[in-house]
T-cell receptor, first 112, second 114 residues
Framework: QQQVKQSPQSLIVQKGGISIINCAYE??????FPWYQQFPGKGPALLIA?????SEKKEGRFTISFNKSAKQFSLHIMDSQPGDSATYFCAANAAGSYIPTFGRGTSLIVHP | KAGVTQTPRYLIKTRGQQVTLSCSPISGHRSVSWYQQTPGQGLQFLFE???????NKGNFPGRFSGRQFSNSRSEMNVSTLELGDSALYLC?????????????FGPGTRLTVL
């Protein structure tokens, strides 16, 4: 049972474009939603995270949008750069258990 | 500040064998978590250790076990290896327990079971 559904599986964007990755969850007990970036041969690195008490969080070119009623959240990468080419994972942690549930990942390629 | 280190980086074993993976957290970090990453199942949480005690455990069989030492270094053991155990095993460390604090991942150990 996949509790966090991530789409698309792969994404190709031109340099300067906007990359959008979506995640949907079912468990209403989730209350912490981090995004991770993983380059080949490296472990994931926390990119940005949001809690459900806010609808949007921005850090530089990266923005998380959160829709609690729809149980969806998304990552927007503005002005995408070739250096952003990586795999992105969304995750959700439930209050109490804290065990993270990950999406399947999105492979992003930004063409120069 | 040195990052999370994992040894070995690559490992090849045969079915039925056992394996021990090692993780050294960032200095000052007392929480160590382990994850399995496969193309089919994605990233899955194995367990978390804090101050030498297992704090959280994912849904994996008892063949997967771990421990943490007083210096916060951690080891993960997989006994009676199966082909499906082939994966990238990632270790992550953080200052605080409970998986809420920012986790810093190591590069992983690539385990291949033949």
């Amino acid at each position: 049972q996949q509790q966090v559904k991530q789409s698309p599986q792969s994404l190709i964007v031109q340099k300067g474009g906007i990359s959008i990755i979506n995640c949907a969850y079912e468990n209403t007990a989730f209350d912490y939603f981090p995004w991770y970036q993983q380059f080949p041969g490296k472990g994931p690195a926390l990119l940005i995270a949001i809690r459900p008490d806010v609808s949007e969080k921005k850090e530089g070119r990266f923005t998380i949008s959160f829709n609690k009623s729809a149980k969806q959240f998304s990552l927007h990468i503005m002005d995408s750069q070739p250096g952003d080419s990586a795999t992105y994972f969304c995750a959700a942690n439930a209050a109490g258990s804290y065990i993270p549930t990950f999406g399947r990942g999105t492979s992003l390629i930004v063409h120069p | 500040k040195a990052g999370v280190t994992q040894t070995p980086r690559y490992l090849i074993k045969t079915r039925g064998q056992q394996v021990t993976l090692s993780c050294s957290p960032i200095s000052g970090h007392r929480s160590v978590s382990w994850y399995q990453q496969t193309p089919g199942q994605g990233l899955q949480f194995l367990f978390e250790y804090f101050s030498e005690t297992q704090r959280n455990k994912g849904n994996f069989p008892g063949r997967f076990s771990g421990r943490q030492f007083s210096n916060s270094r951690s080891e993960m053991n997989v006994s009676t290896l199966e082909l499906g155990d082939s994966a990238l095993y990632l270790c992550a460390s953080s200052r605080l327990a409970g998986l809420r604090d920012t986790q810093y991942f190591g590069p992983g150990t690539r385990l291949t079971v033949l």
